[in-house]
């Protein structure tokens, strides 16, 4: 017995030296993150709105990070896929979701999703918000907004708006605006903005509220005609564009914005040390003017502050699906 225990005892404090031999490895492990390429899967078509902005944080954060972050488009299903497949994924910090405000719209969309926000993902921070505008073919007799209504209610039936797909909110915020002004209009969903626009320009659609990055170069070349934003205040790209709250629709405001969150099982220190670097690669002067470039307006934050955003806007646009009838399932 005495035997046994002897070597009961030597095994123990054998034991506790081999575990403490093997922690400075663990933590050093830890440490060492990122050790390899990130995954950062964006849920629209490569080009799009979405995909420009976040193809810029992409490249600082692999820059600040020592490690490439990869975009990965995974377009369809109003960002469902995506925000799906990064659901299911490791929480090892190797995956990214780069969400935009529509993760928001979908649980009032949709009556079944193959994931749920706040239990398979957990948010990082919030990036950056874009404004939509109204825009439409030039062959629209229109060079503002209150010409713009009165030419569509004169045709009822015969004009159609397009959208980067059903329940975003380039869809719910043309759709508000049908529905307060009286217009019968036709919807046209698209698999993001690009392939939306591209047919605005050809005049298969004659309007839309689109993401103002993604529909700038098409304004300035005059293949569109930009009739009004968003904002609750005039752009400092187009001043002498008006809001839509200043001439046919007071108080109302949209945008989109975006951020990014990963698996809920990704470590604290892992969330924080990308948030960190997320706000780092915001603030720098590089990223701020390409942002700037495309109508973006960087934001930041801390993940809790994130967490309540997204339940604010889940409750908002709950109401206004509700309000609109609007149901994708």
Not at 27 to 45: D, E, L, N, S
């Amino acid at each position: 017995m005495q035997f046994s225990s002897t070597r009961a005892r030597r095994r123990a404090v054998l034991c506790a030296a081999l575990v403490a031999a093997l922690a400075p490895c663990g933590a050093a492990h830890a440490q060492a993150y990122p050790a390899k390429p990130i995954t950062m899967v964006v849920p629209f078509p490569p080009g799009g709105p979405t995909d420009l902005v976040a193809r810029v944080l992409a490249q600082k954060m692999g820059e600040q990070l020592g490690q490439p972050v990869v975009v990965d488009n995974k377009p369809g299903a109003n960002g469902n896929i995506a925000a799906g497949q990064v659901g299911k994924a490791a929480g090892d910090g190797y995956t990214l979701l780069y969400n935009t405000s529509s993760i928001t719209l979908s649980p009032a969309l949709y009556k079944s999703l193959s994931y749920d926000v706040q239990r398979d993902l957990a948010p990082v921070a919030l990036t950056a918000v874009v404004p939509l505008a109204l825009v439409v073919h030039p062959s629209v007799p229109a060079n503002n907004v209150r010409e713009f209504v009165a030419y569509a209610k004169a045709h009822p039936g015969k004009m159609s708006y397009g959208s980067a797909g059903n329940g975003n909110v380039t869809h719910l915020a043309a759709f508000q605006l049908v529905k307060a002004l009286g217009i019968d209009a036709t919807h046209v969903p698209y698999r993001g903005s690009a392939p939306a626009d591209v047919d605005l320009v050809a005049g298969q659609i004659q309007f839309m509220t689109d993401t103002i990055n993604s529909v700038m170069s098409f304004v300035k070349d005059k293949r569109m005609k930009l009739l009004a934003v968003t904002t609750s205040k005039r752009m400092s790209l187009f001043p002498e564009v008006p809001t839509l709250a200043e001439t046919v629709m007071p108080a109302f405001e949209a945008g989109a914005w975006q951020g990014i969150m990963v698996p809920a099982s990704t470590p604290p220190a892992i969330v924080q040390r990308l948030n960190a670097e997320i706000n780092k690669a915001l603030q720098s002067a590089d990223v701020r003017e390409k942002l700037a470039l495309q109508g973006a307006e960087p934001l930041g934050s801390t993940p809790a502050e994130y967490g309540e955003y997204v339940k604010k806007e889940m409750a908002r646009w709950a109401a206004v699906v509700k309000s609109s009838g609007v149901t994708l399932d």
